[in-house]
């Protein structure tokens, strides 16, 4: 039994495990030998499938589902005191992962028409009343405007929604340690702008966000463990519209650091949000930055 073939397995266990009428459940596989790996690793792998396993997102269907799983709880097996210790550690570790994918998930879910970038300005302030941890700052337009983020206006500028620089601070490490930025792109629909995609396929551009939610998810993982460092999850948030506010292929804007761009096709937004993003977040002097 290797890594991946257990992950299989737990997978496997979950489809069954939905499908039965029992409430409670014990589950065993936490007993599997895998090479290379202990009981807290094979109890995050279960945790982690039983999760995806049974994610449902009904949030807009018109009547709520039907059918849905008869589990209610399911127990995992210890070999003694000592790994039920490690066990119960690793489910505290699992259902802190757990639920920052699945926020994630969520946003992701979540249409375009209601997940604009003020919902995720929204969210981000729910996280900090959520969480003592959390602190957030909204950096609106008038105010990306005095900085001379020209890059991230000429993508908002195009759209009715207006676009948010979303800044969420976790503090779990020492005052003056140094954070760690986790740098998002919050495009919450991305049409092409000027140089519009093709109709095949464009409603799946709300997941134009994921990075977005993927740092949301970060962040609520963290701030569930506890974890005892200094962390900043930015989202660039903002619409991609065509519009006749839209840049023109061709138009040359100068961002937050003073360097121009020449913008030669409108559906390259991403990258001009998040360069106007990372050059903001240079004033934490962050000790690592991942986009």
Not at 171 to 193: M, Q, Y
Request: proline share 4%.
């Amino acid at each position: 039994m290797d890594a991946a073939r257990f992950a299989g397995v737990a997978r496997a266990a979950t489809t069954i495990l939905k499908t039965l009428v029992a409430k409670n459940t014990l589950c065993c596989l936490t007993e599997i030998e895998v090479a290379g790996h202990d009981v807290r690793w094979r109890t995050e792998r279960l945790i982690e499938a039983f999760r995806a396993g049974f994610y449902t997102f009904t949030d807009y269907k018109g009547n709520p589902p039907e059918k849905s799983s008869s589990v209610k709880s399911i127990e995992l097996s210890a070999a003694n005191r000592d790994e039920q210790a490690q066990i119960n550690q690793s489910i505290q570790i699992g259902a802190a992962l757990g639920a920052g994918v699945a926020i994630a998930k969520d946003l992701g879910n979540t249409p375009g028409n209601v997940c604009t970038p003020t919902y995720l300005a929204d969210k981000a302030k729910e996280l900090a009343k959520r969480y003592d941890s959390i602190t957030t700052t909204i950096v609106d337009e008038k105010e990306m405007e005095k900085l001379g983020m020209g890059a991230f206006m000429s993508v908002s500028r195009g759209s009715v929604q207006p676009g948010k620089l979303i800044i969420m601070k976790y503090k779990g490490g020492k005052v003056k340690a140094e954070p760690h930025v986790l740098v998002g792109k919050g495009i919450t629909f991305d049409t092409g702008g000027i140089s519009l995609k093709p109709g095949g396929g464009m409603h799946e551009m709300i997941y134009d966000m994921c990075g977005a939610a993927s740092v949301f998810g970060a962040m609520v993982a963290v701030a569930e463990q506890g974890l005892p460092l200094n962390v900043i999850g930015a989202v660039a948030a903002a619409e991609n519209m065509p519009s006749g506010e839209a840049s023109r292929p061709g138009d040359i804007v100068t961002t937050m650091s003073g360097q121009t761009v020449e913008i030669l096709n409108t559906d390259a937004e991403g990258r001009l949000v998040l360069c106007d993003a990372l050059t903001y977040i240079d004033k934490f002097k962050p000790m690592t930055v991942i986009d």
